[in-house]
C-alpha cells in the first residue's frame, strides 16, 4: 500500500475567469481560503511528492480517456457536519467529472478514498463552512444573489503544499484531457 497524504491531491481547477466571484464567497466563508484554490477534488489523500514520478503515467493515462466539457456552477448545497455544515457548489452535470474519477480510480486504485464516502463520490467546490443554525439563511442569500458560471474544464492538476510553499497548496502539474477531432 503507497504511503498517502493529506498534502497532495488530484483536483478539478475552474479557468481563472470563472473564479473571482467564487472568490469573494471563499474570501469571506471559507477558513481554507488561503491554503486551497477553488478546486473540485477528485482524489485526496493522494501521494507523497517523493512518489509523484510513479503516479503521474496514471494520471497521464486517465487524462487521455476524457475529452474536454462544460459544467455550470448555479446552485448551492451543503453537506452537514456534527459541529458545522461545509456548504458547495454544484457542479452540473456532474456525469462527466464521476466518469473522470472513475477513471482516475481505475488507473489508481490504491487512491479511492473520495469514492468510500457513505454516498460514492460527490462532485463539489467548497465555498465555506457555516453554522447549522445559519445554514439555511446563508444559503438562500447566496443562492437569490448567484450569477450561475459555466465554465470548459480542459485538464486537471496534481496540486501539493509544503513549508516551500508556505504551506499553500500549489500545482505541481496539469494533465489536460485529449483533444477533440
Not at 12 to 19: E, N, R, T, V
Not at 92 to 114: F, G, M, N, S
Request: net charge positive; glycine share 2%; with cysteine.
Amino acid at each position: 500500500m503507497p504511503s498517502k497524504t493529506h498534502t497532495a491531491a488530484v483536483v478539478l481547477i475552474p479557468p481563472k475567469s470563472a473564479q473571482p466571484p467564487i472568490q469573494t464567497i471563499r474570501q469571506i466563508h471559507d477558513r481554507n481560503f488561503v491554503r486551497w484554490m477553488p478546486h473540485i477534488t477528485l482524489l485526496y489523500p493522494f501521494a507523497e511528492r517523493r512518489d509523484f514520478a510513479d503516479v503521474t503515467p496514471g494520471l497521464a493515462k486517465a487524462a487521455q480517456q476524457i475529452t474536454p466539457f462544460s459544467i455550470q456552477l448555479r446552485r448551492f448545497d451543503a453537506f452537514k457536519h456534527r459541529r458545522s455544515c461545509t456548504m458547495f457548489l454544484v457542479p452540473e452535470p456532474a456525469d462527466e467529472i464521476v466518469r473522470l474519477h472513475t477513471t482516475l480510480t481505475q488507473q489508481l486504485p490504491d487512491y479511492d478514498d473520495t469514492a468510500r464516502f457513505a454516498g460514492g463520490f460527490h462532485p463539489h467546490l467548497s465555498i465555506g463552512q457555516f453554522r447549522h443554525r445559519s445554514l439555511d439563511r446563508e444559503q438562500h442569500r447566496l443562492q437569490t444573489t448567484w450569477q450561475p458560471i459555466r465554465c470548459e474544464i480542459e485538464a486537471f492538476s496534481l496540486i501539493y503544499r509544503s513549508p516551500e510553499t508556505d504551506d499553500r497548496f500549489v500545482v505541481a502539474e496539469q494533465f489536460p484531457f485529449q483533444t477533440r477531432s
